[in-house]
């Protein structure tokens, strides 16, 4: 199975693939279901398709929105430049927008996208007839479901989210945002109003809020946990996926590296008839989450995909920066977040066993200037009494105030 993960920018991009993906879902500044990304730009689509095809990785790019007469006025020319820069595959939902391509680039690979709601062997074979290479599963779906798709349509190939947020309507698919914000989820702007507190009101008593949930949980009704299904990819493997997805365009350089690499080791345990580590499993909980669940995975079981509690993240670990470069004295840090001296901070790297804390004894700032801690926004300077590898991450523990 392909490690697919998501790249809301080209710098998230190359992290993916420098931390174990195998391939990348991103989107130009159009068509995209995640528009307030920052997203690529044409040159730094030509760019991402050499960097990763560099590396023999995949590039998939996203035309998944539900498009509009204006969108298909707009869509040739972009189709027929993804199809000149030689990106891997096109995702696609709307059958308007997948004939577009079929007539206009008709050798470019086109995966069904999971907002296309595909959770029928039957809808699979509909998109596999009509020329798609791949299905992108709603997430709705048990694992024996998907089994039995890929019995019924060997040669399509499946894909599934494994891990991050999941939507209250079915896989997004949802009208909520466009009615309370004008903002439209199914044109790439949810601004996930589900995930908000609610509290019925009595129109003559304005100033009176009633729980809708009568138990000691408020009122979170419509906020999903998030998906987590590292322990389960054996089974996913055996039931023909022949690709696992990590949701998070909108996420954090630190979210879309240490999961690429956390899913990338997990395949290679199972791979070798070994089990998850505790270590790697641990490791989800050091990345920004809601409540993990394994979905629909087993069936349909509310108590596991709702959470009525809270809908605030959980946030263990600090992302404070990116090792721009590295040599035998010292290692220069591209600030996210404070740290000082005596803190004890992490490095982490795409090989997992190369993690280590390290004590700060000395900061300096990009002038050589020695400090006490550090500001968002700057360069610090660190020595250390030894090389390190490339491409590291830094993280600090937070801890209760």
């Not at 699979?124 to 694992?143: D, P, Q």
């Not at 309507?169 to 109003?193: E, H, I, K, V």
């Not at 039931?239 to 909108?250: D, H, L, N, P, Q």
């Not at 791979?271 to 490791?283: D, H, M, P, Q, T």
Request: proline share 3%.
């Amino acid at each position: 199975m392909e490690v697919l993960s998501p790249a809301g920018s080209l710098e998230k991009l190359k992290y993916a693939i420098n931390y174990g993906a195998d391939a990348i879902y991103t989107s130009g500044k159009l068509f995209g279901l995640r528009a307030k990304a920052s997203n690529l730009t044409e040159d730094e689509l030509k760019e991402a398709v050499n960097f990763c095809h560099s590396k023999d990785k995949k590039i998939y790019v996203t035309l998944n929105i539900f498009g509009h007469n204006k969108d298909i006025d707009l869509l040739p020319p972009f189709i027929k430049f993804l199809d000149k820069i030689q990106v891997d595959a096109v995702i696609v939902s709307d059958p308007g927008i997948f004939s577009l391509v079929r007539e206009i680039a008709p050798n470019l690979p086109i995966h069904i996208s999971t907002q296309a709601n595909v959770v029928s062997w039957k809808g699979a074979e509909f998109w596999y007839k009509l020329g798609a290479e791949r299905v992108i599963l709603a997430r709705e779906l048990s694992i024996k479901e998907i089994k039995e798709i890929h019995k019924k349509v060997p040669k399509l190939q499946l894909e599934i989210f494994v891990h991050g947020a999941m939507c209250i309507s079915y896989s997004g698919r949802c009208l909520l945002s466009a009615f309370l914000n004008n903002r439209s989820a199914n044109q790439g702007l949810c601004t996930q109003p589900c995930r908000w507190e609610y509290a019925l009101v009595e129109k003559t008593r304005p100033n009176e809020e009633f729980d809708i949930q009568e138990d000691q949980y408020g009122s979170y009704i419509m906020n999903s946990k998030d998906l987590s299904l590292l322990n389960r990819l054996q089974e996913i493997q055996e039931a023909g996926v022949c690709s696992i997805k990590i949701e998070g365009r909108m996420k954090s350089l630190y979210y879309v590296a240490n999961l690429s690499r956390i899913y990338k080791k997990g395949l290679e345990n199972i791979n070798s008839g070994k089990a998850i580590s505790e270590k790697l499993l641990s490791e989800l909980d050091k990345i920004s989450h809601r409540v993990y669940a394994e979905g629909f995975f087993d069936g349909f079981d509310s108590s596991n995909t709702q959470n009525y509690e809270s809908s605030t993240y959980i946030r263990t670990h600090q992302f404070i920066g990116e090792i721009i470069s590295t040599n035998e004295k010292s290692v220069t840090i591209n600030i996210k977040a404070k740290f000082s001296l005596n803190d004890t901070i992490e490095f982490i790297f795409p090989e997992i066993e190369k993690d280590f804390l390290w004590k700060v004894d000395n900061i300096q700032n990009e002038f050589g200037q020695m400090i006490e801690f550090t500001k968002p926004n700057t360069i610090a300077i660190v020595n250390l009494p030894f090389l390190i590898p490339e491409n590291g991450i830094v993280r600090i523990e937070k801890h209760a105030e």
